[in-house]
């Protein structure tokens, strides 16, 4: 393993708010939650198989508000450009942005581009990333503690080697705006849309941004939720901080992000991590834990986790991902009441929820979090549809 992670130049995990213990271990993907319904027996079952049948439209949708066939055709054609990419490389076993890192569609240019201060080339890489879409983008150092020790062939479902080409350095974070109003619909299939779209989007963006690396002359492997843990590095860049309901608070949009990365040799000069004050806020809040209906989020501090699908030695709040995908597979869909519920679930380009945040990042935050009660509702998704009318 790299001991990148020490070099002096980059900051401390402390700096980022993160625990790392000396029985620490890389994760293996093929335990991932999602990965173990297609071999663990002890997570697969009828349920589970018809969750990702329902994806396809071959399981009967649910019957209620928001769990309709119109919800569940709007939730796969959100899906539809993710599924398209992570199809094409199924021949190999490769689920490319899932097990497997997106393969290059451009070639990296002959002519490299000489790089002459990577702060303006850092810089540089937010602007092209907010042209092609992404609402966040920072970068932060390459760190192997958090890569997959091994990937997944899909064809068995058997460990495979998990390599980034030589002269990789850094990574550049970017983070998609899930849309709220969906968000506030969970849990439903019509929510799930909310999910779907990002996946979609951000399939576009991160190729689009390592094919411009590529052109300049260096490596660049757009990646989503293959190859690495994605929220650890979200942290190091400085997007957010990590919170009770699993999730990366960021100040621009709460809860209410996906991340995708690439993995690049281009010389950038990286974002330092930033310590907000949500840890100290989910410290005395527990609105996630409380409105999970599996009690799968925890309740009390951080501790280090021994649970199968969960990264070993790391202290910090961990759900049950048991509980939480069998709910999943229950509703054939996936739920994130959590993220409505969150108090962090505002639109911070709003006066009012811009004050509210510096109450709640501040020593006030036992009054901001009163002032949260009564907020989070699950919203009718059949309100969502009559907007259109």
Known sequence: MSNLHNHPSQPSDADAGIEVTQDFERFTQRNDIFTRAFWDDTIRSAKTDGFFASYRMEAAPRRGDGFTQRDFALRNASWLISDVLSERGAKEGKREGFQAPISYDTPIAADKMQV????LMSAEIKR???FFGADLCAVTELDERWHYVTRVDTRDMS????ELPA???HVIVLGHQMDEGLVASYPSALAGAATGREYSHEASIVMQVAAYIRNLGYEAVASMNDTGLVIPYALKAGLGEYARNQMVITPE???RLRFSKIFTSLPLQSDPPKKLGVAEFC????KCADACPVKALPFGQPDVSTQTSSIKGVRKWTADAEKCFGFWAKMSSDCAICMRVCPFNRDFSKVQHKLWLKLALSSWRKL???LDRGRGARAKPSAWWAKAK
């Open 283 to 286: 410290n005395i809040c527990t």
């Open 253 to 255: 949009f709460g809860p």
């Open 128 to 130: 092209i990333a907010q």
């Open 159 to 162: 460990e495979a080697a998990n």
């Open 116 to 119: 002459e201060d990577p702060s």
């Open 167 to 169: 002269g990789i350095t």
């Open 368 to 370: 901001a979090l009163a």
